[in-house]
């Protein structure tokens, strides 16, 4: 948040915080003992807390899977009371980042998307840090992220970008939005619906669950892996794969938490559902 400048409150309780440096009016690193991400929007100062901030990205989160985004399902999602939920978003609403009318779900305004989007944007660019240049494993790194999110300057953020090469996509496979906030909206379909004979090839996998990615690797699967179907076993929906020279079962749950591309099409579509 570079060329942001505070009130003199907000500037005072800067100078006090002996984490940052103050550049003149100009502030770079936003690593304030409060966790606030100070915006500047429609001439105000907005000062977001981590727990706003989480709440952005929990709604653009739900509203990216479809429908409206109710109370209940925000509070679930972030696992907090209804009650601290309807608090927080009117808060949010009094700061214009989201349409919120109680009973009636919510939605992000555009600049809560846009404040949502920068976000899952430091979100990913941690992760794809900590995996190429920490040497993490795709495993640990999600809760990792979930805390330095927050707490990205936006010189620091131009640097890892810059430094990672300026990457599209997250070590998960998830498109990292640009500076500007466009994302990439490309949908794929599920390793759990891919076509007995067909070959396939990893492009996203769900980030959430450290044992499903532990899991993955233990079969042998990273982003871009080759699968052959080999058989779909109908009466559970588990798979019958191989990987490399390896031939594996895999469950449809763990298949529906695996996004894939179709590299061979299958030639037994249809008729090959028996198993
Ligand atoms: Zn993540």
């Not at 300057?153 to 998830?174: C, Q, T, Y």
Request: proline share 3%.
């Amino acid at each position: 948040m570079s060329g942001v400048l505070l009130d003199d409150t907000a500037h005072s309780a800067w100078m006090a915080s002996e984490t940052n440096e103050c550049q003149g009016l100009t502030l770079e690193l936003p690593l304030n003992i409060f966790r606030l991400a100070e915006i500047m929007y429609s001439g105000r100062l907005i000062m977001l807390s981590e727990q706003g901030e989480n709440y952005l990205k929990g709604i653009y989160e739900l509203q990216s899977q479809g429908g409206k985004v109710s109370t209940s399902l925000l509070s679930e999602r972030l696992g907090v009371s209804s009650a601290s939920v309807t608090e927080m978003l009117q808060r949010l609403a009094d700061d214009e980042m989201v349409d919120y009318t109680p009973y009636k779900g919510v939605a992000l305004t555009s600049e809560g998307q846009r404040q949502a989007l920068r976000i899952i944007r430091r979100h990913r660019l941690w992760e794809l840090f900590l995996v190429e240049v920490l040497r993490f494993t795709w495993d640990e790194i999600h809760d990792e992220a979930e805390r330095l999110e927050h707490i990205m300057s936006e010189r620091l953020e131009e640097r890892i970008d810059a430094v990672l090469g300026h990457p599209r996509f997250d070590p998960h496979g998830h498109g990292i939005p640009s500076s500007d906030g466009l994302i990439s909206s490309e949908s794929h379909p599920l390793l759990a619906d891919a076509v007995a004979g067909s070959t396939v090839a990893v492009v996203r996998v769900s980030d959430e669950n450290p044992e499903i990615l532990q899991y993955l690797s233990k079969l042998g699967i990273g982003i871009g892996t080759p699968i052959d179907i080999a058989e779909r076993i109908s009466f559970d929906g588990s798979l019958r794969v191989r990987v490399g020279s390896n031939e594996h079962f895999v469950s449809e749950k763990l298949a529906k938490h695996v996004s894939v591309v179709t590299t061979a099409p299958g030639a037994m579509k249809g008729a090959s559902d028996g198993g």
